[in-house]
């Protein structure tokens, strides 16, 4: 069996999410595991580190996803794969199921844990189910659920090897939309630790304490639905069924009630921390610790006591 891995770099190093999904490969597979990686690379990208033996590296920019899907179609060809892995990510989840239509073979998105033998499982019913999902086609295409499996290090020879194919130069651009962070913090879905606010924030004018806490922790931000809609935060940050799914180890909830949408976004976090005027809010109910409080007096100190530590 042969394992492709999709791997997405920044400044020629592979993201956490790319050694995530990297590590789950040499897990699957030990020994035989070919990332493809498009754009600048710095040496083997750390790949590497996490057991991955080859790497083929696309030099040119690849940003379009019917190109990254095309590319990935001809790495899997070209190395005979049969298992070709993605992170779910944004990037991971758009790519993934053109290539799985491409090569007619069998997808599973949103994976948690390595298989059982060809049993996948993932996440069903917003979080409160699994399933074990077969699959039967030679050839099969699966995503990673970000921060489901973490970085396994594994350090092993990478050889890195030029590769080419023909992607066409179609390019889609949509204005006006940011998926990931651009502030130098951890993308949403690959945050180990987020800091989120809703309407009890009062306004955007506010939001300069949920952002000190947040740098405290070397956390990422996010905010609920409403927050999004009334335009006091970018869309992006917005987690919850409609939103981005995130399961970070750390969650902390300020001023929101814990609508059945937001849980369903969240309600993988390892430890949730709700902080909230009202004792009977939905939100204390999923809560591993809860404050009743103010998030105005709350957030200043637990960030003070945090800068002490």
Known sequence: ?????????????????????????????????TALVAGSLSGDGELGSVGVSKVLHFSESATDNSQLSKLTHAAANSVNAST??????????????????????GYVAGVTCLPEGKGFTRNVYSGKATALVNVNSEVCVISITPNSFGIKLDECESAVESFSAEIGSQRVVINGFTPTSTDGSVPLPEAERVVSAGRGLKGPENWGIVEDLASALGATTACSRPVGDMGWRPHHEHVGQTGVTIRPDLYIACGISGAIQHLAGVNQSKVIVVINTDPEAPFFKAADYGIVGDVF????????????L
């Open 297 to 308: 007096d709350v957030l200043p100190k637990i960030t003070e006591a945090i800068k002490e």
């Open 1 to 33: 069996m042969s394992v492709l891995v999709y791997i997405q770099t920044l400044e020629g190093k592979a993201t956490k999410a790319g050694l995530e999904v990297a590590s789950f490969a040499n897990k699957m597979n030990a020994g035989d595991v």
């Open 84 to 105: 070709i892995l993605f992170s779910g990510n944004i990037e991971g989840s758009s790519v993934a199921p053109r290539v799985a239509i491409a090569m007619n073979s």
